[in-house]
């Protein structure tokens, strides 16, 4: 069972790729359960979002995605290959980053692409999100990103009462904008959000495992 999480936030080792990590680990610890968290921080290549040229529609080969040849390039097998996907963004502005909405606009080559069609379909997805201040679009960041997996045949997990569209935390005091100097991972004194992050880790693990085992359950009665 693998589940691959991508951080969206420019800062490596942020309050972004904090929360990220402690959902995996939260994956990872319900057993027989891989992660791999990918930070966009890192990607010193990366040419951005969609230019709709239409290669992956018409001109797309077997392991040639995209006509953009960037740090998205070794991504594609590794989301062909994941069980799930979490996403993770700060929030800007009230929405993504710039980094997620390109990543997002990526996703086409295995979406649309001629070779590569339908390839995000029936796999289970997550968003995370983080903000400054506590009313400053957490539900709009998150929805753009369940309704990108929607889009693309995704299923969206969630934490039920406690976070409809994903997982929210606040890297400011009590999410008043607040902060301590010193403390430059303040979204680890968000202990009802760290709470969320980790039963929304439970969650996609096994969500993945149930479709697994259904998955094979139907192949068995083919």
């Not at 904090?18 to 027989?32: F, H, Q």
């Not at 005091?173 to 968000?190: C, E, Q, R, S």
Request: glycine residues 10%; proline residues 3%.
């Amino acid at each position: 069972m693998k589940i691959l999480g991508v951080c969206g936030s420019p800062i490596k080792k942020g309050n972004t790729e904090t929360l990220l990590d402690i959902v995996l680990e939260s994956a990872r610890a319900t057993g027989d359960v891989e992660t791999e968290l990918v930070t966009m921080a890192d990607w010193k290549n990366f040419k951005g979002g969609c230019i709709h040229c239409n290669f992956c529609a018409y001109k797309q080969k077997e392991g040639d995605f995209c006509a953009i040849k960037d740090d998205m390039t070794p991504m594609y097998p590794k989301l062909l290959e994941a069980d799930g996907l979490i996403l993770a963004s700060p929030v800007y502005i009230s929405n993504l980053s710039w980094f997620m909405t390109a990543f997002i606009d990526r996703l086409r080559p295995i979406v649309h692409g001629k070779i590569y069609t339908n390839k995000l379909v029936h796999k289970v997805g997550a968003a995370a999100a983080v903000l400054w201040h506590r009313n400053s679009g957490a539900e709009t960041t998150l929805l753009s990103m369940v309704h990108a997996m929607m889009h693309c045949g995704m299923l969206p997990v969630t934490v039920a009462l406690y976070g409809t569209y994903g997982v929210t935390a606040v890297s400011s005091i009590h999410g008043t904008g607040a902060f301590d100097p010193n403390d430059k991972l303040g979204v680890l004194n968000d202990d009802f959000g760290l709470r969320t992050a980790r039963a929304l880790g439970k969650n996609v693990a096994q969500v993945c495992k149930m479709m697994k085992l259904g998955k094979a359950a139907l192949k068995a009665q083919e």
